[in-house]
């Protein structure tokens, strides 16, 4: 048995260095465009069961307080985080995010169709390994 501090365990996912930082965190970052622009912030995270890997930044955009929100997949490798900003940056501009794939609240969309994944990376124009 390995023998360990467990005093601020409840803080360890709430941790971030320089190059990691906990899921929980993630969410509810604020989400830019390279002009500045806010385009919405990080509801949700979709990670390769089997890779770990991040595959989707789910983007919550419009609505007004948090009513009436629509929910934008973005691959994750678009993403760069700015800690200037203290957010990411995504090269799109408002129009072609409202075109992007989306889905609205009260709704999930089936992500276990490959279909559904294609799409959105077809949409972007992101090609990647299987998750």
Do not use: C
């Not at 509801?43 to 770990?52: A, L, N, P, T």
């Not at 995504?90 to 999930?108: C, K």
């Amino acid at each position: 048995m390995t023998d360990y501090d467990t005093s601020r365990s409840g803080d360890v996912a709430k941790e971030e260095t320089g190059n990691l930082i906990a899921a929980s965190k993630v969410e509810g970052t604020n989400v830019y465009n390279t002009q500045g622009e806010s385009l919405g912030s990080i509801y949700d995270v979709m990670i390769g069961k089997r890779s770990g890997q991040v595959a989707y930044a789910v983007m919550s955009f419009g609505g007004f307080l948090g009513m009436g929100n629509s929910y934008h997949p973005v691959p994750w490798q678009m993403l760069e985080y700015d800690e200037r900003q203290g957010g990411y940056v995504v090269d799109l501009d408002r129009d072609r995010l409202e075109d992007a794939p989306y889905f609205d609240e009260g709704t999930t969309p089936d992500w276990s169709s490959p279909e559904y994944g294609r799409g959105i990376d077809e949409y972007y124009g992101v090609t990647r390994s299987t998750m």
